[in-house]
């Protein structure tokens, strides 16, 4: 029996499980996605699994998915859950770094909350998306639903994020904390910030409300590539002053006149969230319809 026999939603249940284009190791990976994330199951072949996740179609191996029936589905987005906010952070079998780790456990991963912490608070247990059970150092998370909604994206928080992340080695259909290329760094920073962009950069170019040059502000983002016909190959977070922040070959943080390259255009998100961006307590993909968690 197959996942698609009797089940057409699953959660991710790796830090980051690979998106291909194909079902094959060696197809041309197209994104990342991290754990907790709900996707639409559509076919399989062998192990992997053909999923839909929002704007993004591809193929993941079985181990990266946990299978939900649409009860289960709609009792996932209603639990309380934590969100990582550490960097890096590891799932241990007891609360104490002397307990072997169950899994890796990085920035913007959900897990479930089960209501308990050890005496002294230091340690959290939480559920992973497969059901296992395990603690995670009280710091390293924030409750999901209280912080998202508590997010008022701004320019300084995103950029400052986004400056955070310089040296992250490119790796396209990068979308995680451990890899970035362009688009996913700009989708991840406003992510973290309450926001949901598209995940493609030529996506991107149409939310928002266009900048023209010499008006950009900090957050903007500035695209590259060619204007007739349009052709957008790469996007950058813009940080004031001439600065960009982006992913290319790495994360970097430098002048445009460094870059070289001229913008073929520009868009502003803040501000202008209705066109083609979500704020995240809003998403169908992350909590109930009515925004709200149990």
């Not at 906010?85 to 241990?92: D, L, P």
């Not at 890899?179 to 910030?193: A, E, Q, R």
């Amino acid at each position: 029996m197959t996942i698609l026999s009797v089940l057409s939603w699953a959660v991710v249940t790796l830090s980051s499980a690979f998106m291909r284009q194909s079902p094959d190791y060696e197809a041309p990976l197209e994104n990342q996605m991290l754990m907790g994330a709900l996707v639409e199951t559509l076919d399989t072949s062998g192990y992997w699994v053909k999923v839909r996740a929002e704007d993004y179609t591809g193929w993941v191996t079985d181990l990266s998915l946990h299978a939900l029936t649409d009860e289960e589905k709609d009792a996932w987005l209603a639990a309380p859950k934590w969100i990582c906010t550490a960097e890096y952070s590891r799932v241990r079998t007891g609360p104490g770094r002397n307990h072997d780790p169950i899994c890796d456990f990085t920035m913007g991963d959900l897990v479930r909350q089960t209501g308990k912490t050890c005496t002294c608070g230091c340690w959290t247990e939480v559920q992973l998306p497969d059901g296992r059970t395990g603690w995670v150092p009280s710091s390293d998370v924030s409750d999901f639903g209280k912080r998202t909604e508590a997010l008022r994206p701004n320019a300084a928080d995103i950029i400052r994020l986004a400056r955070s992340f310089a040296g992250t080695p490119y790796m396209w259909g990068g979308n995680s904390i451990k890899h970035f290329d362009c688009s996913g760094l700009v989708k991840f920073c406003y992510y973290m910030n309450g926001l949901v962009l598209p995940r493609n950069a030529r996506q991107q170019i149409y939310c928002g409300k266009p900048v023209a040059p010499g008006e950009w502000e900090p957050g903007d983002l500035l695209f590259f590539g060619k204007k007739e016909p349009l052709k957008v190959t790469h996007v950058a977070l813009y940080a004031g002053d001439g600065v960009i922040v982006h992913s290319s070959k790495k994360v970097k943080i430098e002048t445009l006149e460094v870059y070289g390259r001229e913008p073929i255009g520009a868009v502003r998100i803040l501000g202008y969230e209705s066109n083609g961006v979500k704020f995240l307590r809003d998403d169908p993909y992350y909590f109930k319809k009515d925004g709200k968690q149990e």
